[in-house]
T-cell receptor
Framework: EPEVTQTPSHQVTQMGQEVILRCVPI?????FYWYRQILGQKVEFLVS????????KSEIFDDQFSVERPDGSNFTLKIRSTKLEDSAMYFC?????????????FGSGTRLTVV | GDSVTQMEGPVTLSEEAFLTINCTYT??????LFWYVQYPGEGLQLLLK?????DKGSNKGFEATYRKETTSFHLEKGSVQVSDSAVYFC?????????FGAGTILRVKS
């Protein structure tokens, strides 16, 4: 069964450093998403991306965050200057349609720890 | 805005017990509804979904029915197994994104 692949599975970084989280969505999916889950809290939407543009973003997704599809397969989330409160599990997801009529497929996540 | 409310956990059951995890939602219109499961150390997996009122989603013995009148999508399973121990998230599609509930931890004892 096709899956969304995320790397690395765990990243530790110092406060103020830049991090890039990587995702390979399912190949025929056109809509891409990032969510995050702070430990013990609910899963929160960050951003959706289609046709090389952000289609929607949440209040969390401020100027410190950016997304990119640098080639035909990868989808990345960059945090420019990490803060302690960015420590969370970050999930990438993709879907065939914007409505998720066939479901959204999530990756296994990257656990980001900012120290 | 759109929101999802789930019953608080953890829910602890013995093997073969009946499971209900309550989920209610607030949304404009009639959103698609989902249950996702997160096993320890893993990502979110789609468990089941329903796209319109009175639809029943089912998978792996789990069921949930989209109830428009009560704005609910409760998850049920007739006989749980130890392997069902996980965190269960109810979610709705609002616009072009999913809105999740807080998650309910299920622990099944043998």
């Amino acid at each position: 069964e096709p899956e969304v692949t995320q790397t690395p599975s765990h990243q530790v970084t110092q406060m103020g450093q830049e991090v890039i989280l990587r995702c390979v969505p399912i190949s025929n999916h056109l809509y891409f998403y990032w969510y995050r889950q702070i430990l013990g809290q609910k899963v929160e939407f960050l951003v959706s991306f289609y046709n090389n543009e952000i289609s929607e973003k949440s209040e969390i997704f401020d100027d410190q965050f950016s997304v990119e599809r640098p080639d035909g397969s990868n989808f990345t989330l960059k945090i420019r200057s990490t803060k302690l409160e960015d420590s969370a599990m970050y999930f990438c997801a993709s879907s065939e349609s914007p409505t998720g009529a066939y479901g959204y497929t999530f990756g296994s996540g990257t656990r980001l720890t900012v120290v | 805005g759109d929101s999802v409310t789930q019953m608080e956990g953890p829910v602890t059951l013995s093997e073969e017990a009946f499971l209900t995890i309550n989920c209610t939602y607030t949304a404009t219109g009639y959103p698609s509804l989902f249950w996702y499961v997160q096993y320890p150390g893993e990502g979110l997996q789609l468990l089941l979904k329903a796209t319109k009122a009175d639809d029943k989603g089912s998978n792996k013995g789990f069921e949930a029915t989209y109830r428009k009148e009560t704005t609910s999508f409760h998850l049920e399973k007739g006989s749980v197994q130890v392997s069902d121990s996980a965190v269960y998230f109810c979610a709705l599609r609002g616009g072009n994104k999913l809105v999740f509930g807080a998650g309910t931890i299920l622990r099944v004892k043998s």
